[in-house]
């Protein structure tokens, strides 16, 4: 078993021996060797007649055992990273038990997003809901680097989840060397009702609403900001719904960074509708942050 010192430091990657998980192996490898973690790639093999997400005792971890699942995607990435420290291990545990126990001590759960084509199934939902760690739901990116690379996006709004999204997201804008947008979406006509629509409003309250909506966003990111001299910042804007506004930015996007939560009592037991949405239907990989 790793120290919880050592854990602090883990990038973990649930492995189920798709080719997505593959993928999310090798950008799990590429970050935590930028991040200086180490990297353990985890099998959970329950018995069949164990409930999917049970939290049954079940036996430890066996580190270094011999896996088919584990074998080729371990020396896949120690081919690519040949100085990175990639620990393996086989669970026999619910894969929603033992990826929840992992995330415990690490600093990411790393999971590929379901299927090939891109449908993410009930499991990857419901592990990113259980995680105790921010969680990275892996899918191949529709846009292509053709020179400086791909930007990372955060959404924000006023709350504390989102403020801790906006801090991991210049974090991971920092490890993978990209420019960071911070993207603050109101959708108007929610906001305000019918008046919106239909030309009725106070355009002088509105003007002063945005005005503060935009001192807000700077005051959240000027600290971080100074923390990250070298980050290439733009904040955006858009009066759109945030789960549409983020799907389109992340068309051009390597990643996209949400919180998990809603604002409310209810919303913060459950996954926001908005990160739930974004994990579902963004184009590049999604990290949500607890």
């Known amino acids: 078993m790793n120290t919880d010192a050592d854990d602090a430091q883990?990038?973990?990657?649930?492995?189920?021996?798709?080719?997505?998980?593959?993928?999310?192996?090798?950008?799990?490898?590429?970050?935590?060797?930028?991040?200086?973690?180490?990297?353990?790639?985890?099998?959970?093999?329950?018995?069949?007649?164990?409930?999917?997400?049970?939290?049954?005792?079940a036996p430890?971890?066996?580190?270094?055992?011999?896996?088919?699942?584990?074998?080729?995607?371990?020396?896949?990435?120690?081919?690519?990273?040949?100085?990175?420290?990639?620990?393996?291990?086989?669970?026999?545990?619910?894969?929603?038990?033992?990826l929840r126990d992992a995330s415990d001590r690490a600093r990411l759960l790393v999971v590929g997003s379901g299927t090939d084509d891109g449908m993410l199934g009930s499991h990857v939902v419901r592990i990113t809901h259980r995680a105790l760690c921010p969680v990275l739901v892996w899918r191949a990116p529709a846009a292509h680097r053709t020179g400086k690379p791909l930007p990372v996006v955060v959404g924000i709004d006023e709350s504390e989840d989102s403020l801790r999204a906006l801090m991991i997201a210049f974090e991971a804008?920092?490890?993978?060397?990209?420019?960071?947008?911070?993207?603050?979406?109101?959708?108007?006509?929610?906001?305000?009702?019918?008046?919106?629509?239909?030309?009725?409003?106070?355009?002088?309250?509105?003007d002063l609403l945005q005005s503060q909506q935009r001192q807000r966003m700077d005051e959240l990111?000027?600290?971080?900001?100074?923390?990250?001299?070298?980050?290439?910042?733009?904040?955006?804007?858009?009066?759109?719904?945030?789960?549409?506004?983020?799907?389109?930015?992340?068309?051009?996007?390597?990643?996209?960074?949400?919180?998990?939560?809603g604002r409310g009592r209810i919303a913060a037991s459950t996954l926001g509708s908005v990160s739930q949405s974004v994990i579902t239907h963004a184009e590049c990989p999604v990290l949500v942050v607890r």
């Open 10 to 57: 883990q990038v973990v990657v649930g492995i189920d021996g798709s080719d997505t998980a593959l993928a999310a192996a090798h950008w799990a490898a590429d970050y935590a060797a930028s991040s200086s973690s180490t990297l353990l790639l985890l099998h959970a093999a329950a018995r069949l007649d164990w409930h999917f997400l049970a939290d049954s005792a």
């Open 60 to 98: 430890e971890i066996d580190e270094g055992t011999a896996d088919p699942a584990l074998g080729s995607v371990e020396v896949a990435v120690r081919a690519a990273h040949p100085d990175l420290d990639v620990r393996s291990a086989t669970v026999k545990k619910s894969i929603g038990g033992a």
């Open 173 to 206: 804008a920092h490890v993978l060397h990209a420019p960071l947008k911070v993207a603050h979406m109101w959708d108007l006509a929610a906001a305000v009702g019918l008046g919106y629509s239909q030309g009725l409003m106070d355009w002088q309250l509105l």
């Open 221 to 261: 990111v000027a600290p971080l900001a100074k923390k990250y001299p070298n980050a290439h910042v733009n904040e955006i804007f858009q009066d759109i719904s945030p789960a549409k506004g983020l799907r389109a930015l992340s068309r051009e996007a390597q990643l996209v960074v949400v919180g998990s939560h």
